[in-house]
């Protein structure tokens, strides 16, 4: 075999779309997704009656195919997003703990331009966080112009678990979705679109997650034995999240109820759900600066 020179470009790889075998492939396309999973404005919501463990149509074999290539235009966009400069996306994530909050995070952001994205977590409010308002550190961590921010937890808790373990009186927590509704809509009018994903996990399959984080030395320091408080709570959590997503889910900045005792459902659904909010966005690459026909580098 020719050696090749260190300067010859070396053998082209085939691009991953290529390799995706479409025989395979679900139907779902994230618009049928999203028409699945959104929650209308002003639905009453039963969680209980909601699968936790549906598959959407999907199919195991071809899912990790499917997730790379609805990444894959995920990755397109969010360059235009970038390059356009104009827009922003949020995308907040919420769910009782081992959901895949953080799961959903490395699975979908994994392969994006990190330069463009920008994830923050949001724990019980500290320091100068806890002398303010309790939007104003959610405010300050919201996606810049051109940047997919993406909330692990948000303001949401504010509603949720303030609201379960009485950290503020009832009245108070009542007055924040009111609140929520005008804040999101003045992210919108300012350009951001704001998508909203509730992880759906039964309280069957978070006991298995929390037994496999206790037994997993890499993956114990998770485990929080406040972690099985808030599993005692679950039926005032699960009141508490169908309240403020019916008090929550507007036109604008909707709901998705994803189901998620199974990753790679939940993986895909979330994919595709920011892949249709990117799609709708459309974002442009600006316009190249005139006059560049028939220049030569040299
Ligand atoms: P984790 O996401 O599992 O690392 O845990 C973060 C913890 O912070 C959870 O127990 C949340 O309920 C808690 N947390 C987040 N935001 C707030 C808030 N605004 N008020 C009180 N607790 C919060
Ligand atoms: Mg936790």
């Keep these: 075999?020719?050696?090749?020179?260190?300067?010859?470009?070396?053998?082209?790889?085939?691009?991953?779309?290529?390799?995706?075998?479409?025989?395979?492939?679900?139907?779902?396309?994230?618009?049928?997704?999203v028409k699945q999973l959104r929650v209308a404005p002003g639905a009453t919501l039963d969680l209980s009656k909601i699968a936790t463990d549906a598959t959407l149509g999907f199919h195991k074999e071809s899912a990790e195919a499917e997730l790379a290539e609805t990444k894959l235009r995920i990755d397109l966009l969010q360059q235009r997003l970038f390059a356009e400069q104009r827009r922003s996306v949020l995308l907040v994530l919420q769910a009782m703990d081992a959901a895949g909050k953080d799961g959903t995070i490395r699975h979908i952001l994994s392969g994006l331009n990190p330069a463009g994205v920008q994830v923050t977590g949001f724990k019980a409010p500290g320091g100068p966080e806890a002398q303010h308002d309790y939007l104003w550190r959610v405010h300050a961590a919201c996606p810049a112009k051109g940047e997919l921010g993406v909330f692990n937890r948000s303001h949401y808790e504010d509603v949720l678990v303030v609201r379960v373990k009485g950290f503020v009186p009832a009245k108070q927590w009542k007055r924040r979705y009111r609140h929520i509704r005008e804040?999101?809509?003045?992210?919108?009018?300012?350009?951001?679109?704001?998508?909203?994903?509730?992880?759906?996990?039964?309280?069957?399959?978070?006991?298995?997650?929390?037994?496999?984080?206790?037994?997993?030395?890499?993956?114990r320091w998770?485990?929080?034995?406040?972690?099985?408080?808030?599993?005692?709570?679950?039926?005032?959590?699960?009141?508490?999240?169908?309240?403020?997503?019916?008090?929550?889910?507007?036109?604008?900045?909707?709901?998705?109820?994803?189901?998620?005792?199974?990753?790679?459902?939940?993986?895909?659904?979330?994919?595709?759900?920011?892949?249709?909010?990117?799609?709708?966005?459309?974002?442009?690459?600006?316009?190249?600066?005139?006059?560049?026909e028939g220049i030569q580098i040299v």
């Excluded at 050696?3 to 139907?27: G, N, Y």
């Design 1 to 33: 075999m020719a050696r090749r020179s260190p300067l010859s470009a070396p053998p082209a790889a085939t691009p991953i779309v290529d390799r995706v075998d479409r025989s395979t492939r679900s139907t779902r396309s994230p618009a049928a997704i």
């Design 183 to 219: 804040f999101e809509r003045m992210l919108t009018d300012e350009g951001t679109t704001v998508v909203k994903c509730f992880l759906h996990v039964s309280k069957d399959e978070q006991a298995d997650r929390l037994r496999e984080r206790l037994d997993d030395p890499e993956k």
């Design 222 to 292: 998770k485990f929080r034995k406040g972690d099985l408080d808030d599993r005692a709570l679950w039926k005032d959590y699960m009141a508490a999240f169908e309240e403020a997503i019916h008090e929550t889910s507007t036109k604008d900045a909707p709901w998705f109820v994803v189901p998620a005792d199974r990753n790679w459902v939940r993986n895909l659904a979330v994919a595709k759900i920011l892949l249709h909010t990117l799609e709708r966005l459309d974002p442009e690459i600006p316009e190249p600066e005139e006059g560049l």
